[in-house]
C-alpha cells in the first residue's frame, strides 16, 4: 500500500525546546516535501528535497532545518520551538518533482 | 514566482445542485495544475491533475476540471454534489522542471446542505 507515514500524529512542547517531526515513505520517491498549514493559508512550503542530502528551501524555511539521510526519511526539526510555529505539519512525496505529490496525514504541533 | 488564487474561501450548495469551484494561477510558462481534496483531521488526497493534452481531466468521484491558458484558470466542476463532498479543496501548480515547487491556493470550504 502506498502511503507516508508521519510520526507522532499530535505533539505538545513548550517554547524552546527541540522539535523533530518524522516522515516515511516506502515507495522510494525522490522528491520529499514538508508543508505548514494554517487555517485561511492553505499550504506552504518550508523545504523539498530531490534526495538525499539534496535539499532545498521552499517559501518559508526560517527556523526549520531538514534532514534527509536515506531515500525513505525525512526529518524536520525546529531549534528551540517558537509559538507561532504551532501549526499543522504536512509531509508529502512524489516519484519526482513536479509530479502529483502524496500526503501523510499531518502531525499536529502545539507549542505552549 | 508562481502563485494561485481560490477566490472563494466558503461555498454552500445543496445536494445534487452542480457544482463550480475556482481556481486561478499565475506562472509564465505550462502549468501542471492539481486539485486535492481534505477531510477533517486527514491529510490531502488527490482529485485530478493535468499535464497536458485534453483540456478536461476528469478525476475521481465524478469531478472534473478545465484548463483554459487564455484566462489561466483550472475551475473544478462537479454535476451533481453528494453531502459527502463536503470539506476543504485545494487548487495547486506546479512548474513543469526538474526543480518543479508545488504551490497551492489558501483552498475553498464546501458545504453541502442535505
Known amino acids: 500500500d502506498m502511503k507516508v507515514t508521519q510520526m507522532p500524529r499530535y505533539l505538545i512542547k513548550r517554547m524552546g525546546e527541540n522539535v523533530l517531526l518524522e516522515c516515511g515513505q516506502d515507495m522510494s520517491h525522490e522528491t520529499m516535501y514538508w508543508y505548514r498549514q494554517d487555517p485561511g493559508l492553505g499550504l506552504q512550503l518550508i523545504y523539498i528535497s530531490y534526495d538525499v542530502d539534496s535539499n532545498s528551501e521552499g517559501d518559508i524555511p526560517k527556523g526549520y532545518r531538514v534532514s534527509r539521510k536515506k531515500r525513505e526519511h525525512f526529518s524536520l526539526i525546529l531549534d528551540s520551538a517558537k509559538t507561532n510555529q504551532t501549526s499543522v505539519y504536512f509531509c508529502a512525496s512524489s516519484l519526482w518533482a513536479a509530479q502529483a505529490p502524496l500526503f501523510g496525514e499531518g502531525t499536529r504541533l502545539s507549542v505552549l | 514566482a508562481q502563485s494561485v488564487t481560490q477566490p472563494d474561501a466558503r461555498v454552500t450548495v445543496s445536494e445534487g445542485a452542480s457544482l463550480q469551484l475556482r481556481c486561478k494561477y499565475s506562472y509564465s510558462g505550462t502549468p501542471y495544475l492539481f486539485w486535492y481534496v481534505q477531510y477533517p483531521r486527514q491529510g490531502l488526497q488527490l482529485l485530478l491533475k493535468?499535464?497536458?493534452?485534453?483540456?478536461v481531466v476528469q478525476g475521481v468521484n465524478g469531478f472534473e476540471a478545465e484548463f483554459i491558458k487564455s484566462n489561466s484558470s483550472f475551475h473544478l466542476r462537479k454535476a451533481s454534489v453528494h453531502w459527502s463532498d463536503s470539506a476543504v479543496y485545494f487548487c495547486?501548480?506546479?512548474?513543469?522542471?526538474?526543480?518543479?515547487?508545488?504551490?497551492f491556493g489558501g483552498g475553498t470550504r464546501l458545504t453541502v446542505r442535505p
Open positions: 495547486a501548480v506546479s512548474d513543469n522542471n526538474a526543480g518543479a515547487k508545488l504551490t
Open positions: 493535468y499535464y497536458s493534452g485534453d483540456p
